[in-house]
């Protein structure tokens, strides 16, 4: 079982940046799939962005390609989101998550952060 914790979220003005972490604890990580979520408020928890396990394979909701940019650490037991050019549609609270194989699917993440509340203000 992997342990991931959320950090880096807040409020920001359109247009800005926030770089969101998940550190994770547990042998496991570095051959985890890891992917970033998002809910805002009376909405479903929808798929942001994937990494496997390597970082060789990305993948990227349609809504944020070309914005945000998924990366990983192994040796820091760390995934990143790097957010770009935000938008208010953008707020959520974020949830990074962890699985065994590569998918898109959140059912299928086994160990789930506590998540992060983005706000982006108009």
């Known amino acids: 079982q992997v342990q991931l914790v959320e950090s880096g979220g807040g409020l920001v003005q359109a247009g800005g940046s926030l770089r969101l972490s998940c550190a994770a604890s547990g042998r496991t990580f570095s051959t985890s799939t890891v992917g970033w979520f998002r809910q805002a408020p009376g909405k479903e928890r929808d798929f942001v962005a994937g990494?496997?396990?390597?970082?060789?394979?990305?993948d990227y909701a349609n809504a944020v390609k070309g914005r945000f940019t998924i990366s990983r650490d192994n040796a820091e037991n760390t995934v990143y989101l790097q957010m770009n050019s935000l938008k208010p549609e953008d707020t959520a609270v974020y949830y990074c998550?962890?699985?065994?194989?590569?998918?898109?699917?959140?059912?299928?993440?086994?160990?789930w952060g506590q998540g992060t509340q983005v706000t982006v203000s108009s």
């Open positions: 998550a962890a699985a065994t194989h590569y998918t898109l699917d959140a059912g299928a993440f086994g160990s």
């Open positions: 990494i496997s396990r390597a970082g060789i394979r990305t």
